[in-house]
C-alpha cells in the first residue's frame, strides 16, 4: 500500500514508482495488483485516484468459480485475471463457458 501511496502522490523516489507515474503520463495500461486487505479509507482514496488517472486496480482475490483444488489453481485464477487484463490471451476457466 506505500508503493500505491507514491504512485497516487506522484512520488517518483525510484525504478518502480517512476515507471508507473510515466505509464499514467504515457496513458497507457497500468495494472496494480494489491495484496494486502482489508482495505481503510487511505488505502480506498489512493486506490480512487490512481483508477481516475486511469490505472487498473485488480485486488489479488482469487475466484472460485471454476473450483481449484489446489494452491497452486488458486493463484492461477489472480494470475490469469491478470493476464487478461494485460491484454495476453491464455486458455484457462471461463465464466460461463462448458467444457
Not at 482495505?39 to 485486488?59: F, K, Q, W
Not at 493463484?75 to 463457458?97: K, Q
Request: charged share 25%; glycine share 6%.
Amino acid at each position: 500500500m506505500g508503493l500505491i501511496g507514491r504512485i497516487a502522490s506522484g512520488v517518483s523516489d525510484n525504478l518502480m514508482t517512476r515507471a508507473a507515474d510515466v505509464i499514467l503520463k504515457e496513458r497507457r495500461k497500468l495494472i496494480i495488483v494489491p495484496r494486502e486487505a482489508p482495505y481503510n479509507l487511505i488505502h480506498l482514496r489512493n486506490m480512487t485516484t490512481l483508477t481516475e488517472a486511469g490505472a487498473i486496480i485488480c485486488p489479488a482475490s482469487p475466484s472460485f468459480y471454476s473450483k481449484p483444488e489446489t494452491k497452486d489453481q488458486i493463484a492461477d485464477t489472480v494470475a490469469d485475471r491478470v493476464l487478461d487484463l494485460a491484454g495476453i490471451h491464455i486458455t484457462s476457466y471461463r465464466w460461463g463457458e462448458t467444457d
